[in-house]
């Protein structure tokens, strides 16, 4: 099914199942501990050996020698790897940095070597006495040093590297208030809980894998490529992630080094990355420098905006595209963006909680507040008067939806945002109170996404599609479409996640995943809704399936019995046309924070927070809101605390762990409430929905930032905000 025409009233509006509150059809096996994880896969491999992934101790160089014959003699063991045994292995489309160092090490961590042991506990301490000497090299690890050396990278019609529209230079020059300020983001980690983990096992020349990734069509293609293989020689199986947040969006060592060690020892093995290797080993969202410059008339209009970007990654990286939501979010008839990239010897840098618009928002959003303070306008009143209803460098192009405004007002009336006074005012004992905001945007993309559909002779519905659940509720909005199409029961669906022998969907990621997958669905649904209109001699335009049953006219057909004892099953995809290319698809939002600062140690408490957002239609609220929340909960966390502590010299991170590298906890986090606005996206796909995962991440940094300076009167352009920063600055205390 071709998506290419705006979508009209079709079985999805019925909402008897979609846009329901509908607990998570998984939540019961996940609660009781019988969902299968990767590296748990006991009843698929119950003999299984054990990996162990020896990671560079240099952050550049090369590998001179390895001396293996202490851990070759550890109990135990039963083969090492290495690039020299190995043999050759190519590099998958989407990674920066192969997977398997040697002779050249890449960066600090870089797998060099699996050990593979009867049990873990010898596979680590043999990894423990595998030798390596290194001829290290002089790296780049530094982003502030390496920032001259930056170049505007290869782009692409969706993310040039550089845009402009009319004068900028002219503009802010002519501005009447303008602001000029650079704000700099950390490098930071996923910290998900559950580790980058794979169990292989090889059946003559096939491989099955079963892993946790996000993508399971781009890892099975690059797992494929990496070892020489013909695609359809391997399968992957992920139906259920326990958190990848962008980090499980490619191919990792892990399963790389479970297929090799598995070939090698002629076993299923199974290999989960230490957490060091987490952070070093595999990806993480890069640091960034933003410099920013608005320019405004007398009046709060802004007449310039430029925004300017560096990050760092490996040769051959992508950048950090924080100026993305800039160049849509405001009106501006002189506008200026650039991501410059600079090559950086530090592990790989990529997607990362809403790569490009969080860290892009978390300075951009307090160089509107700042901008508005300026002009001597209300933070929600100056953003409100700067709204656009087309994209500003492309005004022939307007917004399928855009109601930011009111997001904007709601947040604004809800949270009670009349009642901030100003910066350094409000103290209750010895704290210091105070109320931020910033708005939230977020890209929505669509890509294309095929499922089966299946119906028994009990009338039971099946969906089969290889979509990932990591964690966001895929189970049960899959059900909720079929449900909703076949014109039954949710205890009458049957979700089957997860395998590369599953149709191609989109996956999890980018926001894209919920609308994608179930659009997909609904194209499945439709086929097999005309296949069973048609058998019954009915006219599928005027079939209506409800009650687990198809009827026209007079004629009434239980599901079951139109599917007789062979059953029915229908395959299809939902692709697009050039519906994006017409009208800019974008979610918006709204999000208020109430901080607390204590007067004397700088201490920041978060009291109260808000998102207000509007993003298409809602499949599920309660799932949806379960994201919202935990996006924001995410967002606190890179506003305060979150921060890859770089050793310059040695190249690598050295809080490596979840002991030094700090993500919130319950005692951080207070009341958090979301409003969603009722809202259809014909424009966007059938189920007339976006995403809104990422969306909850999108400027809740900025607007913690905003409140701290409310509360303070100090403001801090150098995440995270932390006591360090403020404590110098204080007002005095009486």
Not at 351 to 361: H, N, S, T, V
Request: charged residues 20%; aromatic residues 6%.
């Amino acid at each position: 099914m071709k998506f290419d025409q705006p979508a009209t009233q079709n079985p999805i509006d019925q909402l008897r199942v979609v846009g329901k509150p509908t607990d998570r059809i998984d939540g019961p096996r996940k609660t009781t501990g019988t969902a299968p994880y990767a590296y748990e896969r006991h009843d698929v491999a119950p003999q299984a050996a054990y990996g162990v992934i020896v990671g560079a101790g240099i952050g550049k160089g090369t590998i001179t020698r390895m001396d293996l014959t202490a851990a070759q003699a550890a109990p135990g063991v039963l083969a090492i790897v290495t690039a020299e045994n190995a043999g050759k292995l190519g590099k998958g489309k989407f990674n920066t940095a192969k997977l398997l160092a040697g002779p050249k090490v890449d960066h600090y961590h870089q797998a060099v070597a699996v050990v593979v042991a009867e049990s873990f506990e010898q596979a680590r301490a043999a990894a423990a006495l595998v030798q390596v000497d290194y001829q290290a090299e002089a790296g780049a690890y530094s982003l502030a040093k390496a920032m001259d050396s930056a170049k505007l990278p290869k782009g692409d019609e969706q993310t040039p590297p550089e845009t402009k529209v009319g004068d900028f230079d002219g503009a802010f020059g002519q501005a009447a208030v303008k602001i000029d300020y650079t704000y700099t983001t950390p490098d930071q980690s996923h910290a998900m809980m559950e580790p980058h983990a794979s169990l292989a096992l090889w059946e003559g020349d096939k491989l099955t894998v079963w892993t946790s990734n996000q993508m399971i069509d781009w890892g099975r293609g690059d797992l494929a490529k990496t070892l020489n293989m013909p695609k359809d020689k391997v399968r992957l199986i992920s139906p259920f992630i326990g958190g990848g947040f962008g980090g499980k969006l490619f191919l990792r060592a892990d399963a790389v080094m479970a297929a090799l060690g598995a070939k090698a020892t002629g076993r299923p093995v199974k290999v989960s990355l230490q957490r060091p290797l987490i952070m070093n080993n595999a990806t993480h969202r890069p640091a960034t420098i933003q410099r920013i410059r608005i320019g405004c008339g007398a009046d709060g209009h802004i007449t310039a905006i430029a925004h300017e970007s560096w990050s760092g990654d490996q040769p051959d990286g992508q950048p950090e595209t924080a100026v993305a939501q800039t160049r849509l979010l405001y009106a501006g008839a002189n506008r200026y963006s650039a991501m410059k990239l600079a090559v950086l010897d530090l592990p790989e840098g990529n997607a990362m909680r809403a790569p490009g618009e969080a860290p892009g928002l978390m300075a951009l959003e307090i160089a509107i507040d700042e901008m508005a303070e300026k002009a001597g306008l209300d933070p929600v009143q100056f953003r409100i008067l700067n709204d656009t209803q087309v994209d500003p460098e492309k005004p022939e192009r307007p917004f399928s939806q855009r109601r930011l405004v009111e997001c904007l007002r709601t947040g604004a009336d809800k949270f009670g945002w009349q009642q901030r006074m100003k910066p350094g005012q409000r103290r209750e004992g010895h704290w210091l109170v105070g109320m931020g905001m910033a708005a939230a945007f977020r890209n929505n993309l669509v890509m294309k996404s095929a499922a089966r559909v299946r119906l028994d002779q009990r009338g039971v519905v099946t969906v089969e599609t290889d979509m990932t659940d990591i964690g966001t509720g895929s189970y049960t909005i899959v059900a909720q479409t079929a449900a909703e199409m076949m014109g039954v029961g949710l205890d009458k669906v049957v979700v089957r996640l997860g395998d590369s022998n599953l149709p191609v969907s989109c996956g999890s990621g980018g926001q894209w995943g919920g609308n994608s997958s179930t659009a997909g669905v609904y194209a499945a649904c439709m086929q097999l809704r005309e296949i069973i209109a048609r058998k019954q001699g009915m006219d599928p335009e005027k079939a209506v399936f409800a009650d687990g049953a198809v009827r026209d006219g007079g004629k009434s057909v239980t599901l079951g019995d139109a599917a007789g004892h062979e059953g029915l099953v229908a395959e299809d995809k939902m692709e697009y046309g050039d519906l994006d290319k017409k009208y800019q698809q974008s979610t918006f939002g709204g999000h208020f924070v109430e901080v607390a600062v204590n007067a004397f140690t700088g201490e920041i408490r978060v009291r109260r927070m808000l998102a207000v957002c509007a993003a298409g239609r809602i499949l599920n609220p309660k799932s949806a809101r379960s994201q919202v929340i935990g996006a924001m909960t995410m967002g606190v966390g890179a506003a305060l605390m979150e921060e890859l502590q770089v050793d310059e010299k040695r190249g690598f991170f050295v809080n490596h762990d979840l002991a030094g590298y700090e993500v919130p906890v319950h005692a951080d986090i207070p009341h958090q409430e979301v409003i969603f606005l009722d809202e259809t996206d014909p424009i966007s796909s059938p189920m007339k929905a976006k995403g809104v995962g990422e969306l909850g991440i999108c400027g809740v940094g900025a607007a913690v930032a905003n409140a701290i300076y409310n509360a303070t009167g100090v403001r801090v352009r150098e995440y995270p905000v932390t006591l360090d920063k403020l404590l110098a600055k204080l007002p005095r205390v009486a």
